[in-house]
């Protein structure tokens, strides 16, 4: 499980980077397996103190959720090159749940590859704060457990 930060232009934002309040950033999860998992899997994903996630109260489908976060519509012709893998991954979602301590997707499985979960947040709080790690367990097989690297991100005013 690889968790990576990103501007809404795209740029990785290292350990440490510095964002404007008000920032929006994209949050992107990958998950590689070689053999594919089918049991009932939770990936999820604890924000840092001054992130919030800006999908928290719709009931918006994932593939949906992730076109609107990415600027396109429903009249688009050709899918943002960004999000083609997190789309492909989108079939496997069953529900996602936003709240104000993490976002946690539930999946019916994942193929033998690489899977991409993104999602949104936005800066809403000045400070140095930590972003703890992101887990990944499944339901039926408590063997199978993956955490991402812990990150800090600081909110400038």
């Given at each position: ?17 510095h964002i404007p309040l008000g920032s929006l950033v994209r949050i992107r999860l990958f998950v590689h397996t070689e053999h594919g998992v089918e ?119």
């Amino acid at each position: 499980l690889h968790r990576v930060l990103e501007t809404e232009a795209g740029a990785t934002l290292a350990d440490g980077a510095h964002i404007p309040l008000g920032s929006l950033v994209r949050i992107r999860l990958f998950v590689h397996t070689e053999h594919g998992v089918e049991s009932p899997l939770a990936v999820r994903d604890p924000h840092a103190a001054g992130l919030e996630p800006i999908e928290g109260g719709h009931r918006t489908a994932p593939a949906r959720a992730l076109a609107a976060l990415l600027g396109m519509s429903p009249s688009d012709d050709v899918a943002d090159a960004r999000g083609v893998l997190a789309m492909r991954t989108s079939n496997y979602v069953q529900h996602v749940a936003h709240d104000v301590h993490a976002s946690t997707f539930y999946l019916s499985m994942i193929s033998p590859s690489l899977s991409e979960l993104t999602y949104g947040v936005r800066a809403t709080t000045v400070g140095t704060f930590s972003v703890p790690p992101a887990e990944l367990a499944s339901e039926r097989n408590p063997a199978l457990v993956a955490r991402s690297a812990m990150t800090t991100l600081v909110v400038d005013p």
